[in-house]
């Protein structure tokens, strides 16, 4: 896994294959029973998304282990592994059931048909259902220290239920039509988005034991670029090359939901953006040389070059 010297892109491209095959081997086979669902999990996550929340793990743990001074294990590569992929189940899951008619009603997804409707609503929700717990069972699966496991658990668990990623869904749903302040769109979006992206930064230091000062590091870290990834997702919905994006441009301000571009307008969201990659530079300024995949992963986020 240690791959420093890669351009970021092909690094990138290097942890998505990585965690292609991960996940390939750690989710039920498609000729067990139930078959439909299992189908139907598969289809949910192998084969597409950028991978970013698997990379931010991966980044996050090789970063501390360098930090301290160490190389990974492979017990801890292995543990990366399956925190990476955890993310990414709980992350597909939330699209599964984001694109459901009761939600976003979405026909595409990651440029296919979305799961319901290449399925049917059912099994959508049912595959939704099941990824999540798999996603703890591949954490209970980690070859690290019970506490650290235990603490994983508790980081992405927090992330994904009602005070994370569910609550900000929950509040999005409600706020569709209002005006809200910036100060409670960021409270939604940073649950909604930003906890799942924070979630794969602190894991990746968990799982690797990482000291109180490189924690510190990466939570600030992961609450700029939890961030700036809605900005940033925010300002394309609008000048959106639907292409990359395999999604409807304009969605969100279409379904009349708030976003940063219809609070702030397209410039006063790209300063914001610009602010928030600033603020992730400098958090990771105490991790030295250690830091370098993080701060690529927060210019590929705000969509500079590097
Ligand atoms: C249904 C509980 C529940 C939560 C849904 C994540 C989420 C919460 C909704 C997704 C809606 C959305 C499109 C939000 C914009 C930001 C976002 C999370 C985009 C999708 O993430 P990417 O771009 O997707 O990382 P890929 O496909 O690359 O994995």
């Keep these: 896994m240690t791959s420093g010297t890669l351009p970021f892109e092909q690094w990138l491209a290097s942890m998505a294959s990585r965690i292609e095959h991960v996940l390939d081997e750690a989710m039920p086979d498609a000729n067990d029973e139930p078959e439909h669902l299992h189908d139907a999990m598969r289809y949910a996550v192998l084969g597409g998304g950028k991978r970013v929340r698997a990379a931010l793990v991966y980044a996050a743990g090789e970063a501390s282990a360098h930090h301290q001074g160490t190389t990974l294990s492979s017990a801890q590569a292995k543990a990366l592994d399956l925190a990476a992929a955890s993310v990414e189940l709980i992350h597909a899951y939330s699209l599964v059931h984001d ?32 990824l999540q717990p798999l996603a703890f069972e591949l954490l209970a699966r980690m070859p690290v220290a019970p506490a650290l496991t235990v603490q994983s658990i508790d980081v992405l668990a927090r992330a994904a239920g009602s005070q994370g990623m569910a609550g900000g869904q929950a509040i999005d749903c409600a706020s569709v039509g209002l005006a809200l302040s910036q100060s409670a769109l960021q409270t939604m979006h940073g649950m909604k988005t930003g906890a799942m992206l924070q979630a794969s930064v602190l894991m990746g230091g968990v799982v690797v034991g990482a000291g109180s000062a490189t924690r510190e590091g990466l939570e600030a870290y992961s609450d700029a670029i939890g961030l700036a990834f809605q900005v940033a997702d925010d300002i394309l919905d609008v000048t959106a090359d639907t292409q990359t994006l395999g999604k409807t441009a304009g969605k969100d301000q279409a379904l009349n939901k708030p976003t940063y571009v219809s609070l702030l307008g397209v410039d006063g969201a790209r300063a914001l953006l610009a602010q928030l990659c600033e603020a992730a530079h400098e958090a990771l300024r105490p991790l030295g040389s250690a830091g370098q995949r993080l701060g690529e992963i927060a210019d590929y986020i705000v969509g500079r070059p590097h």
């Design 99 to 130: 694109d459901l008619p009761c939600m976003d009603n979405d026909d595409l997804r990651r440029g296919r048909p979305t799961v319901h409707r290449q399925f049917d609503e059912a099994t959508a929700m049912l595959a939704g259902d099941a």
